[in-house]
């Protein structure tokens, strides 16, 4: 059966181009005869392994042998029968085992997928079979897709378990298509390692280094050595090998790569595959030579059509990158007196790409390369404008945030990497030349030119959001929270200021950082102007020159500028210097204990013979800290829901009038109401029912130590869609900031807090905490009245689970 397998590959490895020269020139070649064996086990090899990916991979396009085939024979129409005649025989070698190697890593050894597997084990056994190696790599790259895994463990929590199963065998196929390249260079060394030789070279190295670039950077194939020795006098290119390999495998683009009787079977849910399914189907028929690259696709919607112009774009940007390497190689020849010239088309040639018609000849649609598009400007004065951020002073609140995540971070790096360092942090308010101007200065972890590239630069793209992000968290084991999440903080500098300059450098390791970069913007519209920096250390400076008009602290002095940053971050999680020309002060996590919830009041509020004034301090592990007062209404010492303080009939003119006064509790507050009487203008007796809070809910609030400018307890009528709103049978004055690893979910602007799970779950502890505290300050039977109270008014369900987890 073996050797009818073999057959299978032999047979057509006859019928190519390549394999017919190399055969020719093996005849005169003293090494030609393991040559041609290796190839033909190579090729077996490859090809019986490779049938083996559809068991992991099985709704991606096939990369199986007849794929192996097919790149095979692209090579050969892109360098023409002439220029393979030319080259020499380690050339023609490596062509074709790069042909069949390149994606071998597709198919994975079954041990190193069940230990992938284990990643949602609660407790995975190790056993000798199983990969404990390859569990931790899958697991980092599963903890860099946390929203993916949310999903996962929100199917397993419903009991929807097949689901929860299709999404983790999405995860499984995905790491095996983006870490293919490494795997099929691991393994030909370990399988391959010197077996692979041309007479006494050992070529298994130089293999799996072309088969690893085909999946990397195009430019990086010129790292690979352009006149490798391999013999007396007998060279390979191999930067050449791998252009043309990497060509190859991209245009392999045809309905062949996508059986329809395959695809009929198969439940194909994944969109992303689903897309490349029916865009490989269509595709009818190519030519590719060294000339032209013609494919031929008659599209049935227009998304298929879409996404083949799409994938022609790739092609095309592929194509220009090679040539350009192509014409060094060119030049590089005819300066070693090597009469090889290769030749590739400048793009695709799409004239045969159309819309299929019906049995009338009429198109099945009208196709246009047109989607919804944003207007820059528009966009940008959206998000600048009152319709998101409203309030100009948010850009201050946006740098401060943005260096205390930089600076949390590095903290969490230089822990794991052992190293000490304190996180500081500077906001400077002065005036230079005329210039009022706003710096923010960190030592956090900075910026390199990649960062600035993917994430600074572009709008709604969040490192803190990014698989980067996730990967180095993972890779250095770093217990970090950021606050920044949604990427357009920076934008709202432009609201105050025309002009942003960053001076910046990365932390890249231990005693390790990138070169300094400087950066000038000048307004939303602007290129930006990058130049070398001057930074010594890393970490951020942001300068903001203030525009006159808008500048929102011009009209402060500097002991007003001080508390308005103080009140953007009242708990900062490091210290936080604040300078201004006259006053430089410090603000961290003990400022913040000085706050007394009971300042929240202001003048209304007193003592009360009716009410009970508890208050308390927070500092709970699971990441609320504050100050808490709350107000119990009694009667006669004990907990009342209402109280009738005063009764009294009075007659006037043989007319009798009840004044009363009395005390109710309700939501978020305790309510007086009363009666009285009065003499108008034309002497008539006047009877009036007046109501008003007399102790009523308020807060201040932030999350992760930055001001967030809302109320947990609006008007139901001021109540935003979403929104969230204590509704507690009880007032309480929350000064609360929710830090550590807890997080909850704000709208883009920072301005509210959203009602998601996490708000429910933190409202929940709160309330447990809150009533903790009082059962814990007050006897057991006034406890019991107080809770019974409690439960007969309440009307939010996380407030009752809390009360209910009281034990007293």
């Given at each position: 059966?073996?050797?009818?397998?073999?057959e299978?590959?032999?047979?057509?490895?006859?019928?190519?181009?390549?394999?017919?020269?190399?055969?020719?020139?093996?005849?005169?070649?003293?090494?030609?005869?393991?040559?041609?064996?290796?190839?033909?086990d190579?090729?077996?090899?490859?090809?019986?392994?490779?049938?083996?990916?559809?068991?992991?991979?099985?709704?991606?396009?096939l990369?199986?042998?007849?794929?192996?085939?097919?790149?095979?024979?692209?090579?050969?129409?892109?360098?023409?029968?002439?220029?393979?005649?030319?080259?020499?025989?380690?050339?023609?070698?490596?062509l074709?085992?790069?042909?069949?190697?390149?994606?071998?890593?597709?198919?994975?050894?079954?041990?190193s997928?069940?230990?992938w597997?284990?990643?949602?084990?609660k407790?995975?056994?190790?056993?000798?079979?199983?990969?404990?190696?390859?569990?931790?790599?899958?697991?980092?790259?599963?903890?860099?897709?946390?929203?993916?895994?949310?999903?996962?463990?929100?199917l397993?929590n419903?009991?929807?378990?097949?689901?929860?199963?299709?999404?983790?065998?999405?995860?499984?196929?995905?790491?095996?298509?983006?870490?293919?390249?490494?795997?099929?260079?691991?393994?030909?060394?370990?399988?391959?390692a010197?077996?692979?030789?041309?007479?006494?070279?050992?070529?298994?190295?130089?293999?799996?280094?072309?088969?690893?670039s085909?999946?990397?950077?195009?430019?990086?194939?010129?790292?690979?050595?352009?006149?490798?020795?391999?013999?007396?006098?007998?060279?390979?290119?191999?930067?050449?090998i791998?252009?043309?390999?990497?060509l190859?495998?991209?245009?392999?683009?045809?309905?062949?790569?996508?059986?329809?009787?395959?695809?009929?079977?198969?439940?194909v849910?994944?969109?992303?595959?689903?897309?490349?399914?029916?865009?490989?189907?269509?595709?009818?028929?190519?030519?590719?030579?060294?000339?032209?690259?013609?494919?031929?696709?008659?599209c049935?919607?227009?998304?298929?059509?879409?996404?083949?112009?799409?994938?022609?774009?790739?092609?095309?940007?592929?194509?220009?990158?090679?040539?350009?390497?192509?014409?060094?190689?060119?030049?590089?020849?005819?300066?070693?007196n090597?009469?090889?010239?290769?030749?590739?088309?400048?793009?695709?040639?799409?004239?045969?790409?159309t819309?299929?018609?019906?049995?009338?000849?009429?198109?099945?649609?009208?196709?246009?390369?047109?989607?919804?598009?944003?207007?820059?400007?528009?966009?940008?004065?959206?998000?600048?404008?009152?319709?998101?951020y409203?309030?100009?002073?948010?850009?201050?609140?946006?740098?401060?945030?943005?260096?205390?995540?930089?600076?949390?971070?590095?903290q969490?790096?230089?822990?794991?990497?052992?190293?000490?360092?304190?996180?500081?942090?500077?906001?400077?308010?002065?005036?230079?030349?005329?210039?009022?101007?706003?710096?923010?200065?960190?030592?956090?972890?900075?910026?390199?030119?990649?960062?600035?590239?993917?994430?600074?630069?572009?709008?709604?793209?969040?490192?803190?959001?990014?698989?980067?992000?996730?990967?180095?968290?993972?890779?250095?084991?770093?217990?970090?929270?950021?606050?920044?999440?949604?990427?357009?903080?920076i934008?709202?500098?432009?609201?105050?200021?025309d002009?942003?300059?960053?001076?910046?450098?990365?932390?890249?390791?231990?005693?390790?950082?990138?070169?300094?970069?400087?950066?000038?913007?000048?307004?939303?519209?602007?290129?930006?102007?990058?130049?070398?920096?001057?930074?010594?250390?890393?970490?951020?400076?942001?300068?903001?020159?203030?525009?006159?008009?808008?500048?929102?602290?011009?009209?402060?002095?500097?002991?007003?500028?001080?508390?308005?940053?103080?009140s953007?971050?009242?708990?900062?999680?490091?210290?936080?210097?604040?300078?201004?020309?006259?006053?430089?002060?410090?603000?961290?996590?003990?400022?913040?204990?000085?706050?007394?919830?009971?300042?929240?009041?202001?003048?209304?509020?007193?003592?009360?013979?009716?009410?009970?004034?508890?208050?308390?301090?927070?500092?709970?592990?699971?990441?609320?800290?504050?100050?808490?007062?709350?107000?119990i209404?009694e009667?006669?010492?004990?907990?009342?829901?209402?109280?009738?303080?005063?009764?009294?009939?009075?007659?006037?003119?043989?007319?009798?009038?009840?004044?009363?006064?009395?005390?109710?509790?309700?939501?978020?507050?305790?309510?007086?109401?009363?009666?009285?009487?009065?003499i108008?203008?034309?002497?008539?007796?006047?009877?009036?029912?007046?109501?008003?809070?007399?102790?009523?809910?308020?807060?201040?609030?932030?999350?992760?130590?930055?001001?967030?400018?809302?109320?947990?307890?609006?008007?139901?009528?001021?109540?935003?869609?979403?929104?969230?709103?204590?509704?507690w049978?009880?007032?309480?004055?929350l000064?609360?900031d929710?830090?550590?690893?807890?997080?909850?979910?704000?709208?883009?602007?920072?301005?509210?807090?959203?009602?998601?799970?996490?708000?429910?779950?933190?409202?929940?502890?709160?309330?447990?905490?809150?009533?903790?505290?009082?059962?814990?300050?007050?006897?057991?039977?006034?406890?019991?009245?107080?809770k019974?109270?409690?439960?007969?008014?309440?009307?939010?369900?996380?407030?009752?689970?809390?009360?209910?987890?009281?034990?007293?």
């Open positions: 059966m073996t050797e009818d397998w073999r299978e590959t032999k047979l057509r490895l006859e019928n190519s181009n390549l394999y017919k020269t190399l055969a020719l020139k093996c005849e005169d070649d003293v090494s030609g005869r393991h040559v041609l064996t290796l190839v033909d190579v090729s077996h090899y490859a090809y019986q392994r490779t049938k083996t990916i559809l068991r992991h991979m099985g709704e991606y396009t990369h199986d042998g007849d794929h192996l085939f097919r790149v095979l024979k692209l090579m050969e129409n892109l360098l023409t029968p002439k220029n393979i005649s030319k080259l020499s025989v380690p050339e023609l070698l490596i074709i085992l790069s042909a069949f190697f390149h994606d071998i890593g597709m198919a994975p050894d079954e041990k997928v069940v230990s597997k284990k990643v949602w084990d407790y995975p056994d190790f056993e000798d079979e199983l990969d404990e190696e390859e569990y931790l790599k899958f697991k980092r790259y599963v903890s860099a897709k946390p929203d993916r895994t949310a999903v996962i463990n929100d397993s419903q009991g929807n378990n097949s689901k929860a199963e299709l999404m983790k065998s999405y995860l499984i196929s995905d790491y095996i298509r983006e870490t293919h390249s490494f795997r099929a260079k691991e393994i030909i060394i370990r399988d391959w010197d077996k692979i030789r041309y007479r006494d070279t050992d070529l298994a190295g130089e293999v799996a280094e072309i088969c690893f085909h999946n990397e950077n195009v430019h990086s194939v010129m790292d690979l050595d352009k006149q490798f020795l391999c013999g007396q006098g007998i060279y390979a290119c191999l930067p050449l791998a252009i043309i390999l990497r190859a495998d991209i245009l392999d683009f045809d309905a062949k790569r996508t059986p329809a009787v395959l695809f009929s079977h198969l439940a849910r994944n969109p992303v595959s689903l897309q490349e399914w029916n865009k490989h189907r269509s595709i009818e028929s190519w030519f590719i030579s060294d000339e032209v690259i013609q494919f031929q696709a008659k049935t919607h227009p998304a298929i059509e879409a996404s083949i112009h799409q994938f022609c774009n790739l092609i095309d940007s592929e194509l220009s990158s090679c040539n350009n390497l192509i014409n060094k190689l060119n030049e590089y020849h005819r300066g070693n090597r009469d090889l010239c290769i030749q590739i088309p400048f793009q695709v040639d799409r004239s045969k790409i819309t299929k018609k019906d049995i009338r000849g009429n198109p099945l649609y009208m196709y246009r390369d047109t989607q919804f598009n944003l207007s820059k400007n528009q966009v940008i004065d959206l998000l600048m404008g009152t319709k998101l409203g309030d100009p002073e948010v850009a201050l609140r946006e740098l401060i945030q943005n260096s205390i995540d930089a600076c949390l971070l590095r969490a790096l230089e822990k794991e990497w052992g190293n000490s360092y304190t996180p500081e942090i500077t906001v400077g308010y002065k005036t230079e030349e005329n210039e009022d101007i706003l710096e923010v200065i960190d030592n956090g972890i900075g910026m390199d030119q990649y960062i600035i590239d993917s994430y600074y630069t572009k709008v709604g793209s969040s490192f803190y959001k990014s698989s980067d992000f996730y990967d180095m968290k993972s890779e250095f084991n770093a217990s970090f929270t950021p606050t920044s999440r949604f990427g357009i903080g934008l709202s500098c432009f609201m105050v200021a002009t942003l300059i960053v001076d910046t450098r990365r932390v890249y390791g231990p005693h390790e950082s990138s070169e300094p970069i400087n950066l000038t913007v000048e307004g939303q519209e602007s290129i930006f102007w990058i130049k070398s920096g001057k930074r010594t250390k890393p970490g951020t400076s942001t300068k903001l020159i203030l525009r006159k008009k808008t500048n929102p602290w011009n009209r402060m002095d500097d002991k007003q500028f001080i508390e308005a940053v103080e953007a971050i009242p708990n900062p999680p490091c210290k936080i210097k604040i300078c201004t020309a006259t006053i430089t002060k410090e603000r961290d996590q003990n400022s913040f204990r000085t706050i007394d919830a009971l300042s929240l009041g202001g003048t209304e509020w007193s003592e009360h013979d009716n009410i009970n004034k508890i208050q308390f301090s927070v500092n709970d592990k699971s990441g609320i800290v504050g100050s808490i007062a709350v107000f209404l009667k006669e010492g004990h907990p009342a829901d209402q109280i009738k303080l005063k009764s009294k009939d009075v007659e006037i003119d043989f007319e009798t009038y009840n004044l009363e006064k009395s005390y109710k509790l309700t939501e978020n507050a305790i309510q007086m109401s009363s009666t009285t009487i009065s108008t203008i034309g002497n008539e007796i006047e009877e009036s029912f007046s109501s008003s809070s007399i102790v009523k809910s308020k807060s201040r609030f932030s999350l992760h130590g930055i001001e967030v400018p809302t109320t947990l307890f609006p008007d139901y009528w001021r109540t935003q869609r979403n929104q969230v709103q204590i509704k049978p009880i007032p309480v004055l000064v609360l929710v830090c550590g690893s807890r997080d909850l979910d704000l709208n883009s602007s920072r301005t509210q807090v959203l009602l998601t799970d996490k708000w429910f779950q933190f409202e929940e502890d709160l309330a447990y905490i809150v009533c903790e505290a009082i059962s814990e300050k007050v006897e057991e039977n006034y406890w019991n009245i107080l019974d109270i409690l439960l007969t008014n309440a009307k939010s369900q996380p407030f009752i689970n809390g009360l209910n987890k009281v034990n007293r």
